[in-house]
C-alpha cells in the first residue's frame, strides 16, 4: 500500500488522499480548498482523475467532498463510496457550491470583459455537481465491511464529527490503514461519540485543534443563553451566523432546549433563515436513527428541535426580507457562517449598527472574512458597499466545535494501537503542538508536505 498526501497536508482545507493498493487506486475525500488556499483549487490533480477507482468520502464538508464534480468532469468514472446521510447531505451542498461557482465566475467575467480578457469558466457548474451525484453509488453503514475488488476491503466507523461521518479503515494484503477524516468531540448533541480507533499499520489522523482545548458544551450553552437573554432583555432581537451542515442543527437543538426549560423567553420567536440550512435540517429530519441515544429519544415526538411553536422557516426571500422590520424578540439563524455571503449580510445590514440588537458568533471565523472583522472589534465594516457602524453587541463562543479538541486527540491517538501516525488536516503550528504532545506519550508521528508519499 502506498499513501500520496496531495491535500489538507499542513492545511486545513482541501482534504485528499491518494491510496494505491493491490493494482486499486483510491482516494479518501476530494475536498475544496477554502479561504486563503482557495487558489489551489484550479492546480491541476497530481493524478489522473480517469484511472482513480473510488472515492471513499469520509463526510460531506465541502472541504472533504467539494472538488467531486471537478474530477467527475476531468473523467473520474469510478464510484463515490460514503454512508446514506452523507450522499443525502452531499447532494445539497455541491448543489450549493456549483451556484457560488457560477455566481462568481459570472462576476469575474465582466470584469474581465472590462478588462478586454477572455471570461474565466467556473471551478465547476450545477451540471458537473448532478453528474458528480451519478457516482455516489455505493453506500457502506458503520462496522460492515464492503469488499472492493482485487482483496482490497474497507470498513467505515462513525467519527462522531457530522451526520454520517466515518473513519476509513482499508485492509489490503495483510495491511491496515485507518484514515481519520475529521474527528468529532465528545459529548455532543445528535451525533455519537467518535469510535476508538481500530489497530492499524498506519493512522492518518487530524489535528485540527491540536494546540487547544475547547470550552465545553454545557459552558457555551450557558454562554448562549445570557447572550439571548441580554439582547431579548433590552427590546433588541439576536443574529446568529451559522454553517448551514451540523451547526445550524445543533445551534436548533440548544434553544429547543433553552426555550423548553423557559431558559430564555418562551415568546421568543425564532427564525431559521436559510435555504441550505433548511435542506439539510430536512436530511437530519430523515435520519433520527442514526442519531445518539439523547437524540433519538427526542426527535421521536413530534415536537422536537426542528419543530416546535416558537420556531419558524423562511420560505421566500420576500419573508427574509420581512424580519427587516420586526423589532426585537427574535432569534434569526441564518448564513453563511463567516458572513461572506447569504442571508446574514442582510440582516447584519440592518441590525449591526442597532444597539438594542446583538450578534452572537457560534463558529470559526477565517482571516479575511465579515465576520472576522466584526469578531476582532471593528467599529464600523462595509456591507454591500455601504459603512455600517458595529453597535450592536458582539459574542463569540468558541465550545459547539464539531472537532476533537487537544486533549481529545491526545487521548484519541495514544489509544490507537498504530504501527505509524501521521498528522495532517491542521495549520503547522498546531500539528507540531500535537507531534510534541504525543511525543511526550512515547508516540512519534509523522507531519507530511504535500506531495509526500509513504509506502507501507
Ligand atoms: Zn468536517
Ligand atoms: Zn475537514
Request: net charge negative; with cysteine.
Amino acid at each position: 500500500m502506498k499513501v500520496t498526501f496531495v491535500g489538507a497536508a499542513q492545511t486545513v482545507t482541501g482534504s485528499c488522499h491518494l491510496v494505491e493498493a493491490n493494482g486499486l487506486r483510491l482516494l479518501f475525500d476530494c475536498g475544496m480548498y477554502q479561504g486563503h488556499d482557495a487558489a489551489r483549487n484550479r492546480e491541476p490533480f497530481p493524478f489522473d482523475p480517469q484511472k482513480i477507482d473510488y472515492v471513499i468520502l469520509t463526510h460531506a464538508h465541502l472541504d472533504h467532498c467539494g472538488m467531486i464534480p471537478r474530477l467527475v468532469r476531468e473523467g473520474f468514472r469510478g464510484h463515490v463510496i460514503s454512508t446514506r446521510p452523507t450522499a443525502d447531505i452531499a447532494r445539497h451542498i455541491l448543489l450549493d457550491a456549483a451556484h457560488l461557482q457560477e455566481e462568481e465566475a459570472e462576476r469575474e467575467a465582466r470584469r474581465a470583459r472590462r478588462r478586454g480578457e477572455p471570461p474565466p469558466e467556473p471551478l465547476f457548474d450545477v451540471g458537473d455537481a448532478l453528474a458528480a451525484m451519478d457516482h455516489f453509488s455505493l453506500r457502506i453503514e458503520y462496522g460492515k465491511e464492503l469488499k472492493l475488488d482485487h482483496g482490497v476491503s474497507l470498513i467505515l466507523h462513525d467519527a462522531g464529527h457530522i451526520l454520517g461521518s466515518g473513519i476509513a479503515e482499508l485492509r489490503a494484503g495483510g495491511r491496515v490503514l485507518v484514515y481519520t477524516g475529521d474527528l468529532g468531540s465528545w459529548g455532543r448533541p445528535i451525533v455519537r461519540d467518535p469510535s476508538p480507533a481500530p489497530p492499524c499499520d498506519l493512522l492518518v489522523s487530524e489535528g485540527t485543534y491540536g494546540d487547544r482545548p475547547h470550552r465545553s458544551f454545557a459552558e457555551s450553552v450557558a454562554e448562549f443563553r445570557d447572550a439571548i437573554n441580554t439582547v431579548l432583555g433590552r427590546g433588541g432581537s439576536v443574529l446568529v451566523p451559522s454553517f448551514a451542515l451540523e451547526r445550524t442543527q445543533e445551534v436548533l437543538y440548544v434553544l429547543y432546549g433553552l426555550w423548553k426549560k423557559a431558559e430564555i423567553p418562551r415568546s421568543a420567536r425564532i427564525v431559521l433563515d436559510s435555504p441550505l440550512g433548511s435542506a439539510v435540517t430536512r436530511v437530519f429530519s430523515k435520519y433520527a436513527d442514526w442519531f445518539d441515544k439523547e437524540g433519538r429519544e427526542l426527535f421521536s415526538h413530534p415536537e422536537n428541535p426542528f419543530r416546535f411553536p416558537a420556531l419558524s422557516v423562511t420560505r421566500s426571500v420576500e419573508d427574509s426580507k420581512r424580519l427587516n422590520h420586526v423589532g426585537g424578540g427574535y432569534i434569526i439563524v441564518a448564513g453563511s457562517g463567516m458572513c461572506t455571503g447569504g442571508r446574514i449580510v442582510h440582516h447584519l445590514r440592518h441590525r449591526l449598527w442597532r444597539e438594542e440588537d446583538g450578534v452572537v458568533f457560534v463558529g470559526y471565523q477565517a482571516r479575511g472574512t465579515l465576520g472576522r472583522a466584526i469578531v476582532e472589534g471593528a467599529k464600523t465594516v462595509r456591507i454591500m458597499g455601504e459603512e455600517v457602524a458595529v453597535r450592536a453587541r458582539i459574542w463569540t463562543i468558541n465550545g459547539f466545535s464539531a472537532h476533537a479538541d487537544r486533549e481529545e486527540l491526545l487521548h484519541w491517538i495514544s489509544g490507537a494501537e498504530a504501527g505509524q501516525v501521521v498528522l495532517v488536516h491542521g495549520e503547522e503550528h498546531a500539528l507540531t503542538a500535537l507531534a510534541a504532545g504525543l511525543a511526550s506519550r512515547g508516540i512519534e508521528v509523522t507531519i507530511p508536505s504535500p506531495g509526500d508519499s509513504l509506502e507501507l
